[in-house]
């Protein structure tokens, strides 16, 4: 072999290894960038009402080749993921004050304000115009009095499980109070606010534990009103008009709105691959071309109202919506002041619920179910223990507890939510036996419920069941149902073998909903809460 055979020998290895070495990191860095944390798609934990949006993020991921994986949630959920140390490379939440409130609000940094999307009264267009709200600027103190006058009623999202509940509820303390430079403990001790967020509250007829719900029961239902996000009741009012149902006008209190800054924040995880793709994917978002298309989606891209000519489909001025007005926001209370308004909201100022519990106790509960049933009754009723994520009944609710089998069993009462002791001691000595009937049961919950007054309390059942109904009739519940005087909503927790489209037949016709407990009952329990 000559010199220059050798020489081309030598060339062509440091090529070869050159080339193996540049395949290898870009290999290593697309693999990262790819993948995102530890290995797979880069994990986004977004807010319930970011779904409409879900291709506009998307777009930039499949444009870039990466994998993406988005978990949507409600606000409190979201606060436990994050909490509990479930592992994310971004949130999209629904407001900066609850990145604030985590427990490791250090590992979230970059948060930028992605679009405003105001919290609204929505009326229907006919009531507006009999409070005489159609082209006008009301306040506060003028829908207080519609609902003192008994003229205005309205369903909301659970102030404790929802940002848009707790928004309008802070929005309320705030304005009520005489918007303060600064809410303050004070404020929320004086007698008159007191009495005042009580009578507003007293207004309301239905409660949600989510956004996404809401709108559903809006669909279905009929109700005078509602508190939902612009952006919410602008979709909401493009379906209704669809189905030549009225829609909903909306109102902006012209002493303060609250508005969801919809925050999009970069978890800290350690990897500069990661907080590199967050970097570029939160400037795609700001983009000017990406801030038209959010508008599109009703959402508005600053206090102003919106940058382009959108649409007038979008946002209709017959559904009062005036795009040229500057939304004059309300001020959010430090951390402190908002946990202890939550928890005089769950305790003392909301209006008072009577929640009657169908609690299967057939055979099939026998050893495990019933424990996990008991487990999770003791939580929910032991005030102490369900304090701990805003669910805790108050000393104005009533309860009632229907144990069930192939018949009713017992009925256990108490007309105070924070004396259970009786209530729980009694579910933990049933015991399971018998076929199942789903049905009986939940007529007697409707006639305890039909002897109250829907304007003292808001009234709901809860039933549980571990497996398919057998016996029992389900057209004496439709007919049951048929004979209310007042919608009475039912919801239900499946559990073990339950079928899915049983439940769904007796909560459809309430304007209901249906938990899956398989996995976690005692979860679906804490869930169902934020519903009544």
């Not at 979201?78 to 409130?101: C, F, Q, R």
């Not at 924040?265 to 994917?281: C, M, P, Q, T």
């Not at 959108?310 to 926001?329: C, H, L, M, Q, R």
């Not at 497996?467 to 909503?489: Q, V």
């Amino acid at each position: 072999m000559d010199n220059k055979q050798k020489k081309s020998i030598i060339i062509i290895s440091i090529v070869f290894f050159a080339l193996v070495i540049l395949f290898s990191s870009v290999f290593n860095t697309g693999k990262s960038i790819i993948n995102g944390l530890s290995g797979n798609s880069f994990k986004i934990l977004a807010s319930t009402e970011n779904k409409d949006i879900e291709p506009v993020i998307k777009k930039y991921f499949n444009d870039k080749g990466l994998g993406v994986k988005i978990d949507y949630a409600g606000t409190i959920e979201i606060m436990d993921k994050m909490n509990n140390g479930e592992d994310y490379n971004a949130i999209w939440a629904s407001n900066s004050i609850w990145l604030y409130m985590l427990n490791d609000s250090y590992k979230v940094t970059n948060s930028k304000s992605t679009f405003i999307n105001p919290v609204v009264f929505g009326i229907k267009k006919s009531v507006a115009e009999k409070l005489g709200f159609i082209d006008k600027e009301v306040y506060t103190k003028d829908i207080l009095k519609a609902i003192k006058d008994g003229d205005l009623k309205f369903v909301m999202s659970s102030a404790t499980q929802t940002n848009t509940g707790a928004s309008a509820y802070l929005g309320f303390l705030q304005t009520l109070a005489g918007n303060p430079e600064v809410l303050t403990e004070e404020h929320l001790k004086d007698e008159q606010l007191i009495s005042d967020i009580k009578d507003l509250l007293n207004g309301v007829t239905r409660t949600s534990g989510s956004d996404e719900f809401l709108e559903e029961a809006l669909k279905k239902g009929d109700y005078d009103a509602a508190i939902s996000y612009e952006s919410s009741l602008i979709s909401l009012n493009k379906e209704l008009t669809k189905e030549g149902k009225e829609p909903y006008y909306i109102i902006y209190p012209v002493d303060g709105v609250t508005i969801s800054d919809s925050p999009l924040a970069y978890v800290n995880n350690g990897s500069d691959e990661d907080e590199e793709i967050f970097l570029d994917f939160q400037k795609y978002i700001l983009s000017k071309d990406v801030q038209k298309t959010l508008e599109n989606y009703g959402r508005r891209t600053w206090y102003g109202g919106v940058n382009s000519k959108a649409s007038k489909e979008i946002f209709n001025k017959d559904w009062g919506i005036d795009t040229s007005k500057y939304v004059s926001p309300i001020k959010y209370p430090s951390s402190a002041i908002i946990k202890n308004a939550l928890i005089l909201y769950q305790t003392e100022f909301r209006k008072p619920t009577h929640t009657v519990f169908c609690l299967d106790f057939s055979g099939s509960m026998y050893g495990e179910g019933n424990a996990q049933l008991v487990k999770a009754m003791d939580y929910i009723l032991t005030e102490e223990k369900a304090a701990n994520n805003l669910v805790q009944f108050s000393k104005n609710d009533k309860i009632d507890v229907i144990t069930f089998e192939s018949k009713i069993l017992n009925i256990f009462s108490t007309e105070s939510g924070t004396d259970t002791g009786k209530l729980i001691s009694n579910i933990k000595v049933s015991e399971p036996g018998g076929a199942t009937n789903l049905y009986d049961p939940v007529v007697k919950a409707l006639k305890i419920l039909s002897n109250d007054d829907p304007n003292e309390y808001n009234l709901s059942v809860i039933l549980m069941t571990d497996g398919e109904g057998n016996s029992g009739s389900f057209y004496n519940y439709k007919s049951a149902y048929k004979n209310l005087k007042n919608e009475i909503p039912v919801y239900a927790i499946m559990f073990g073998s339950a079928q899915r489209y049983q439940l769904e037949e007796i909560t459809e016709i309430a304007n209901g909903k249906v938990f899956d407990g398989r996995n976690n009952l005692l979860l679906a329990f804490k869930e169902v809460r934020g519903y009544n």
